[in-house]
Structure formats: C-alpha cells, structure tokens
C-alpha cells in the first residue's frame, strides 16, 4: 500500500472515529436506560408504587443514584416511560391477536380476547391505575407530551383494527372504545383491590355487593358496551 493510501486511509478512519464513538455511547445509553425500565418492573411487581424509591431501583440496576437523574428527573416520569413500555407490550400481544381473528367478529369473542390479554397482567393494570393520579402529576411537559403521542400513535392502528374486526364501529371509533376501556380498567382496578380497612369491612354477607371481582366485571361491561355500539 502506498503512503497516499496509507493516509487517506488514516484519514478515512479518523472522520469515522467519533461518529462511532457516539453511536456506541448512544448504544450504550439505550441499555442502561432499558436496565433501569426492567429494574424498576421487577421491583414494581413485588412492592407498591408508595414503597419503592428511587435509591431502591438504583441499587436493584447496580448503578448510583445520581446515575438514574440522568435519564428520569423524577420517580413519575421513571414510570412514565415504564407505563409505556407495558402499553406497547399490550398492543404489541392484541394487535397479534385482532390480525388473525375472524372478521366480523363476535362481540363476545373480542371482549374474551381483551379479557385474556389483561388477566396475566396485574401489574399493567395496577401501572393504568395510578397513571392521571399520580404519574402525570409530577413530570414534565416533555416527558408527558412524548407519552401522549406514542400513546396515540398505538391506539389509532389497534383502534383501526378494532374496526376491522367489528364493522359496525365507524372510522376512528376503535380509538374511542379503547380510552373506553381504559377508563374502565382503572375503575375497577381500584375497586377491586380496595384498601385492607375497606376489605375487612366488605367481607361481610351485607356488604358483599362491594366486592368486586376484576374479570368478571370488565367481561360483563365490556361486552354491554359493544352490545350498546352495535344495537345502534
């Protein structure tokens, strides 16, 4: 090889040099920042929201507590991004579903699908549950604004496949009936895991009527709701 080669070489080598050294940190930041999301899952499903801190997730990701600021600057928009993270997971798992489902679909069928997708995932429920009351309250504009249009982005392809798979809901009703279905999981996911003053008082025969079985309601209601949609 000629000098000239040699150095344009070198050069060639050189230019490249720090674009990849910013692709490996940019690498390098995505998996530390996945670590701390699979961290703060792994204690979330053991522990409440209330009783876990952010020292404690540091310690389960093997990394300082002033490390995780740098990518969360409060402990709501940690779970902010980790309320989206499960969401995708969840539209990742129907999405699958309502692609291989017999269209028109069954009501019934639908709302066991949903059902299903929702009874091996407490902790996604309990995520939902706590989402307006708690996380949004304390992150920022930012960290909200990137969580509302991913959001938004999921729920209008599943919705239009919700609308392939039901015809009688209209163009852009798909959406609609999963911020439906939202609100109804967060109803009774609060109601059905009550405080343990609530729960002692509920056990008794009088006031069994307070007692309230998760799946059993959200297939019940689900299914009056897109009995309702289709009698239209």
Do not use: C
Not at 12 to 17: D, E, I, L, V
């Amino acid at each position: 090889m000629t000098a000239g080669h040699l150095k344009s070489s070198y050069m060639t080598n050189s230019q490249q040099s720090p674009l990849r050294k910013r692709a490996r940190q940019q690498g390098q930041k995505l998996e530390r920042r996945e670590a701390i999301l699979s961290s703060a899952w792994n204690l979330f499903q053991q522990s409440s929201y209330e009783a876990l801190t952010m020292d404690t997730i540091a310690r389960e990701a093997q990394l300082a507590k002033g490390t995780l600021f740098l990518y969360f600057r409060t402990k709501e928009e940690l779970f902010l991004a980790l309320t989206l993270k499960q969401l995708t997971n969840w539209f990742d798992g129907v999405d699958q579903q309502l692609a291989v489902l017999l269209v028109p679909a069954e009501p019934a069928s639908l709302v066991e699908l949903l059902a299903a997708s929702l009874r091996e995932r407490s902790g996604f429920t309990r995520l939902l549950a706590i989402l307006a009351t708690a996380l949004e309250q304390n992150s920022s504009v930012e960290a909200i604004l990137v969580f509302k249009q991913e959001l938004l982005e999921r729920m209008l392809r599943t919705g239009k496949l919700l609308e392939q798979a039901l015809p009688f809901l209209s163009a852009g009703e798909g959406a609609r009936l999963l911020m439906q279905l939202q609100a109804l999981v967060i109803g009774l996911q609060h109601l059905a895991h009550p405080a343990p003053a609530v729960q002692q008082v509920i056990s008794v025969p009088a006031l069994q009527v307070f007692q309230v079985d998760f799946d059993r309601e959200f297939r019940n209601i689900a299914l009056a709701l897109l009995k309702g949609l289709e009698k239209r």
